[in-house]
């Protein structure tokens, strides 16, 4: 039947370690399955296949409470008897890559013809940076956007909390109980899109070298030459090969650290010389620092 298949689909996915995203019109009320289950007798009635799977592999249900009853709010509203009921869901799989918002429900019967309502989810997808475009994240690595508040005039200023009374919604006019990830959602539009309209826009460089203090000057050359050389070992399998890359790095590091900072030989005193091993010391070596 139906259930089997969204079962099947689902567990099908899970298997190759996909997220899942499941919504529509279930035709059935969760509420009912979850009275059997805190009852001690459930009666004859089987449990829900689909809830029942749902429920043990910890699937996310993301209704929307209503803000009297605290209650998830009906997405259903039956043409004969009028009464409401929820048949509608959107349901997600534990650790969904993109972080959930908030959810709505608007009875929309008067404008579509149907007995359902539309249910809205709120994701975070500005979370998805490991999805976005090369092209987008070479941007991100080179430069960032910022609006400067401290160079703006104090017309900018006034124009900007000007356009913040504008769109920002007010308070008094939202439900008793509103999700803060949605407050802080309309808080934070409505900050950005005043910034972009009002403030000077400064565009700053992530790849202009910065000016490190001499002082540091040597931790850092040290850092990133250890650092380059052990990626470097990615190919190296076994303790003769790391040895004698060793070997060659610190020959010629060595000397070329010390040209530029004689006055801190001590910073290489933990370090391994390849010119004093013994045979013992070699295998010591490179289990210390390869992990070999």
């Not at 059997?36 to 996310?60: I, R, V």
């Not at 609006?147 to 939202?174: G, M, R």
């Not at 407050?183 to 000077?200: D, G, I, T, Y």
Request: aromatic residues 12%.
């Amino acid at each position: 039947d139906c259930y089997s298949t969204l079962i099947s689909w689902i567990r099908s996915a899970r298997s190759s370690d996909h997220s899942v995203l499941l919504g529509g019109d279930l035709n059935a009320d969760l509420e009912i399955f979850l009275k059997q289950l805190t009852t001690a007798h459930p009666g004859s009635s089987p449990l829900n296949p689909l809830f029942k799977f749902l429920h043990e592999q910890n699937f996310d249900d993301l209704c929307e409470l209503d803000s009297s009853s605290l209650s998830p709010s009906p997405t259903f509203r039956s043409s004969s008897s009028g009464s409401l009921s929820r048949l509608d869901y959107i349901w997600i799989s534990p650790f969904f890559p993109i972080p959930h918002l908030w959810s709505s429900v608007l009875d929309l019967t008067d404008v579509i013809s149907t007995d359902h309502f539309l249910i809205i989810v709120h994701f975070d997808f500005l979370e998805l940076k490991d999805h976005h475009a090369p092209s987008y994240m070479k941007q991100r690595q080179r430069c960032r956007t910022s609006y400067d508040f401290h160079s703006a005039s104090p017309v900018q200023k006034e124009s900007f909390a000007s356009t913040i009374s504008t769109t920002l919604p007010n308070a008094s006019l939202f439900p008793r109980i509103t999700p803060l990830n949605q407050l802080w959602h309309q808080f934070k539009s409505s900050l950005l899109s005043a910034s972009r309209s009002c403030f000077p826009r400064v565009n700053i460089s992530l790849t202009r070298p910065k000016d490190i203090p001499h002082e540091l000057q040597p931790y850092t050359r040290l850092n990133n030459s250890l650092s380059h050389f052990m990626m470097s070992l990615r190919r190296k399998a076994n303790i003769s090969q790391l040895q004698l890359a060793w070997s060659r790095f610190f020959v010629d590091f060595k000397p070329n650290f010390l040209r530029l900072f004689s006055d801190q030989s001590c910073l290489l005193n933990n370090l391994p010389d390849p010119l004093n091993f013994t045979e013992t010391e070699k295998v010591l070596v490179c289990r210390t620092y390869f992990g070999v």
